[in-house]
């Protein structure tokens, strides 16, 4: 089993709530528009630390982090990219391959919208954690933590973590 926090759209915002709560985490993923170096070198210390880059994010930013990262962990095939839209509403430029090709879990950040779905035509779980920094037209800064235990999600928490 591992343990996963998840944020995104951080924007170059460091807070630190993120240590409180990503220090029980295995570790930790960002769906994109990081904003900083300082923000990735801040979560990379903390734990193992996957990332996507969003459409903010500098070409320092995507040297390091592809658009899309597909990988397999716990028995767990997984897809994060930043815009990727959401069940019934994909974006565009995933449609074709999330049809042919659906991972169990589909990540993605962008809309600052906190939202988690289940597709049941594609079987698959969608997360998109919220946004985490403070800019944007959202009001309630969020993150998430879960578990997942050999292809099953498990333990997952919206956390809040203060108004813009």
Avoid at 48 to 74: C, H, M, S, W
Avoid at 81 to 100: A, F, Q, R, S, W
Avoid at 136 to 152: E, K, P
Wanted: hydrophobic share 35%; charged share 25%; proline share 4%.
């Amino acid at each position: 089993m591992i343990k996963i926090g998840l944020l995104s759209d951080t924007h170059g915002y460091w807070d630190n709530k993120y240590v409180k709560y990503f220090s029980s985490c295995d570790e930790i993923w960002h769906a994109g528009d990081i904003g900083s170096m300082e923000i990735v070198e801040k979560l990379s210390s903390l734990k193992p630390f996957r990332a996507v880059y969003g459409n903010i994010d500098g070409q320092d930013i995507r040297k390091l982090f592809p658009k899309n990262a597909r990988f397999t962990v716990e028995n767990t095939e997984v897809w994060i990219t930043h815009i990727g839209g959401y069940p019934g509403k994909y974006d565009n430029e995933v449609m074709p391959e999330i049809l042919m090709h659906p991972p169990q879990l589909f990540i993605s950040g962008h809309s600052h919208i906190l939202k988690v779905k289940y597709d049941r035509t594609l079987n698959l779980l969608h997360i998109n954690p919220g946004a985490a920094g403070k800019y944007g037209f959202h009001v309630q800064r969020t993150l998430v933590r879960f578990c997942i235990d050999n292809g099953n999600f498990k333990d997952l928490e919206v956390i809040e973590l203060g108004d813009l």
